[in-house]
């Protein structure tokens, strides 16, 4: 799976309570797709890389072993001081330092949310070797990352150093299903749009335009007549 968070299965998500629709921005958007995938989870060894103050680790803590692994140097401007939360273990790491203590092959599930896109390119592989090290056979490594479309050439620069990473990574990674990101990215308006949070709370009152609401914005014409001074008879 390597593809766009798309806005119908985002208002499915929305709908299902999986996140706070009243928070306006990107990581919202994360937190439900996150939560999407691991809501339900019993018994497993969840590890969220660069947690820093977690929102969905919280909700998964009663039935699994959770960690949160974050240096908190205020990277992305995250936090720099450690909020304790029970049932959630906390190391002071980064992924790509190969800390001992965090064991190899030991986490059903290792995660992250806006947090990928701030390691630095010189990075990557050793954070990608470290997350996958730590990951059981079996295990599945879940990211959501930030990425400005189109920034030219950096988005497709970026993009295919995520889709092919898992070539070297070590073990190596297997996608759950095939990439389904396009060869040529493009998002481009000048037009002010609602938010796709708006569009989500029409779908309650106006579920007939859902499926339009999912592949287009909602933009709007300003106009402006004059009428015109009447003539001399």
């Known amino acids: 799976m390597f593809d766009f968070i798309n806005k119908a299965e ?3 998500w929305w709908d299902k309570g999986y996140a706070n629709k009243t928070e306006w921005h990107l990581k919202s958007i994360q937190d439900a797709w996150a939560f999407s995938r691991l809501r339900g989870s019993k018994g497993l060894r969840i590890c969220e890389v660069g947690g820093g103050t977690p929102r969905v680790l919280p909700k998964l803590a009663t039935n699994n072993e959770c960690w949160n692994v974050d240096k908190l140097e ?22 790509g330092d190969f800390d001992e203590r965090l064991p190899s092959d030991y986490f059903d599930v290792v995660f992250s949310l806006s947090v990928i896109e701030h390691v630095d390119d010189d990075q990557l592989d050793d954070c990608f070797r470290d997350m996958t090290r730590i990951l059981k056979p079996g295990g599945s490594l879940l990211h959501a990352i930030d990425l400005y479309v189109p920034q030219r050439p950096t988005t497709i620069q970026r993009v295919d150093r995520y889709r092919h990473i898992a070539e070297t990574c070590g073990a190596p990674l297997q996608w759950l299903k095939e990439p389904m990101m396009p060869d040529k990215i493009s998002f481009r308006t000048t037009y002010a749009t609602n938010s796709d949070q708006q569009l989500a709370n029409w779908n309650r009152n106006g579920p007939a335009l859902r499926k339009r609401r999912a592949t287009t914005q909602n933009c709007s014409i300003k106009a402006v007549w004059i009428k015109p001074e009447r003539t001399p008879t």
């Open 74 to 95: 205020g990277v992305g401007n995250g936090p720099t001081e450690l909020t304790e939360i029970d049932g959630i273990k906390f190391i002071d790491t980064y992924l």
């Open 10 to 12: 985002l208002f499915d």
